[in-house]
Structures are given as structure tokens and as C-alpha cells.
């Protein structure tokens, strides 16, 4: 933490680091090949999960304000099976949505958004709710629908189950009339293992024929699986997220070496990236992925496309408390450009 400059950044670091012990990824990344020992590994690993996800929601977030918004809760249909019978979203073919919608909203821009949570934790109903008050905040202040999508996780769901989950997400064009969305004006936004996941997503989109999205939001993203990059070695320990966990988050998330080059898991991998959307990209100064993803936003300007990025004065998971007001308004920004541009 020598290189933090900021006082109050190096006390918040400080407060937040005894926090981690409790946040452990799973010694076992990849469940045993013995039947009776990869059902008990799926319990354990999903057990583990849950009992993290519920710290997580019970330190909640800010008492949201829902003025003027509507939220509600949708199925979305998925495919896939990770191969454990206890599974409830592999069993129900389904996964879970929060949509916060303007009241009165029709034809409404639409944001689909993926939690970060190194691909493993971060998700389920009551975690997605603590993040009510800032898309709600969206939802009232840009008339857009913002759609916080819980997609299957990792290590019991591997690459590309996540991914493709998310990619699915965007089955809100198809059924643009049920949730009252503009599937011509529709966006993608995630931070951390959810900003992989929103990169994935855009370059699906494109290479898949669609739905056409207007804009991206990459929140100090993960884009590159080697874990090789300056910066990714410059803040290896001591400033929260450490490259010991990047390096797990992978061995998690992939099912296998040869996926680590797959651009829909590494976007850093992709051939091109012409034709993806107008995208914001927000950095850290002492976060270890900071590099990995200014050399994204860059070879994205160099294929042609649009470009915001800021870099703030934070580390992966620690922020100085006028930060989150600041990324907000980036992404507010990039939103209304984008998606009212026909308003």
C-alpha cells in the first residue's frame, strides 16, 4: 500500500483488508470425477457460497429510494447444466432478474447489468437488492430500464455457462413488448468479473448477429487472463483484490487451459474489435487490473471505437466515498449520449 498517496484511501484499505479472511474462494476449483465426490463438492462449494452471499446482503447497501420506479422480479430461460442434480438453475432451466422500470415507462431504453464477485460470489436475490439504490437512482433519473441479471457462477458453473447466461440476458429485445424496452436502444454495464462479462457479451452480440447494443460500461473490468501485466505484479499484495486471487478467480471460472484464450472468456484475446459500442472504461490507480484494462480501452480506440475512459483514485474494491457519485455520473453520461439520443 506504500505507493497510495491518499491518506483517507490508505485507512479505507486498511478497514476493509480483516474483512477478506472471511472471503475465501474454494480450495478445490474443479469438481472430482468421482460421482459421490463431485455431489458433495457442488453442496460444499454452493454452501460456502451462500454463506458468504449472506454477509454480503446482510451489510447492505443504501436504503434505496424507489420514487417513481417500479421493480419487479423475471425468469429468464437458460440452457446448459453444470452436471449437478441439487443444481435449482440448471433444474429450472431459468435464471432470476431484478428490473427497475420507470413508472409509466413504455418503449423505455433498457440496461442489462452483471454483478462482479470474481465470477463466484456476488449474486442471488438479496445481494442483487442491495444494489437497488443506484439502479433505481438510474432508472428515475434517465427513464431507462436497468435489468441487474443474476446469472450462474463459477466454480460449480464453468465457462461458458456464465457468459452465455448473460449473453441470454438479452433476450430482452425479444420480448421488447412484455418489459416495455426499446430493443433498439439497448446497453450492457458491468464492474470487476461483471465488466469481463459485459465485454463478452458486446463481442457476442456482434459476432452473433445481434441484438445491436448502443453502449458498454467496463467498471474496472477484468479483460485479460494471463494476470502478466505491470500492474497486475505492481499491486500483487496489499491493495484488497491480489493477484493470488485473479490467478484463482481464472482457475475457477475456466474449465480448462485452452478456454483462457477464448475471447468470450479473455476479450483481450479477441482477433478485432471493430464494430462494438460507444463504451466507457473506469480504471483504478492502485488497482492490479488497471492496466489490463487501459490497454482494452486502447485497442478499442485503435479498431474505431468510441472511448470514455477515467482512471480515479481507488484500489480493486476500495474507493474514496466521493468516487461512486463520480462513476455514477461517468455512467450516466455515456447512458444518455447513447440511448436518449433519439429524445
Known amino acids: 500500500m506504500k505507493l497510495v498517496t491518499e491518506p483517507r484511501l490508505r485507512d479505507i484499505i486498511e478497514q476493509i483488508t ?64 453444470c452436471g449437478w442434480s441439487g ?13 427497475y422500470r420507470p413508472v409509466r415507462a413504455s418503449a423505455a431504453p433498457a440496461c442489462l447489468h452483471f454483478h462482479g464477485g470474481g465470477f463466484w460470489v456476488g449474486g442471488g436475490l438479496n445481494v442483487l437488492r442491495t444494489n437497488a439504490a443506484a439502479h433505481a437512482a438510474r432508472a428515475r433519473e434517465l427513464g431507462v430500464v436497468v435489468i441487474d441479471v443474476d446469472y450462474r457462477m463459477a466454480p460449480t ?22 418489459l416495455g424496452v426499446d430493443p433498439a436502444r439497448l446497453a450492457v454495464s458491468g464492474g470487476s468479473a461483471g465488466g469481463n462479462l459485459t465485454a463478452a457479451v458486446a463481442l457476442m452480440s456482434r459476432d452473433r448477429g445481434g441484438p ?60 478485432s474489435l471493430r464494430g462494438l459500442p ?36 481507488q484500489a480493486h474494491g476500495a474507493e474514496l466515498p466521493e468516487n461512486g457519485p463520480e462513476t455514477e455520473r461517468l455512467v450516466n453520461d455515456l447512458l444518455r449520449a447513447n440511448l436518449l439520443r433519439s429524445q
Not at 459421490?36 to 434505496?64: K, L
Not at 443444481?87 to 428490473?99: E, N, R
Not at 458453473?157 to 412484455?178: I, R, S
Open 18 to 81: 480483516p474483512h477478506l479472511a472471511n472471503g475465501k474462494a474454494p480450495a478445490a476449483k474443479h469438481p472430482p470425477i468421482e460421482p459421490a465426490a463431485r455431489e458433495a463438492w457442488f453442496s460444499a462449494v454452493t454452501r460456502e457460497r451462500d454463506r458468504q452471499q449472506a454477509q454480503i446482503s446482510a451489510a447492505g447497501g443504501a436504503t434505496p429510494n424507489l420514487t417513481d420506479v417500479e421493480v419487479s422480479e423475471v425468469r429468464i430461460p437458460v440452457s446448459g447444466t
Open 278 to 313: 460507444p463504451t466507457l472504461v473506469v480504471l483504478g490507480d492502485y488497482d492490479l487490473l488497471r492496466d489490463e484494462g487501459s490497454a482494452y480501452a486502447q485497442r478499442l480506440v485503435d479498431d474505431g471505437v468510441t472511448v470514455t475512459m477515467r482512471r480515479l483514485p
Open 212 to 271: 445491436a447494443l448502443s453502449a458498454q460500461v467496463l467498471n474496472i473490468p477484468v479483460t485479460d487472463s494471463s494476470c502478466n501485466t505491470a500492474s497486475m505484479h505492481l499491486f500483487a499484495e496489499g491493495y484488497v483484490m491480489t493477484r493470488q486471487n485473479a490467478l484463482e478467480m481464472w482457475d475457477m471460472y475456466l474449465a480448462s487451459p485452452v478456454d483462457a484464450h477464448n475471447p468470450y472468456a479473455s476479450p483481450m484475446h479477441a482477433d
Open 157 to 178: 458453473h464453468k465457462f461458458p455457462l456464465p457468459v452465455e447466461d448473460c449473453y441470454t440476458g438479452t433476450w430482452v429485445a425479444d420480448n421488447a413488448d412484455q
Open 87 to 99: 443444481c435449482p438453475a440448471c433444474t429450472a432451466g431459468s435464471i432470476d432478474a431484478i428490473v
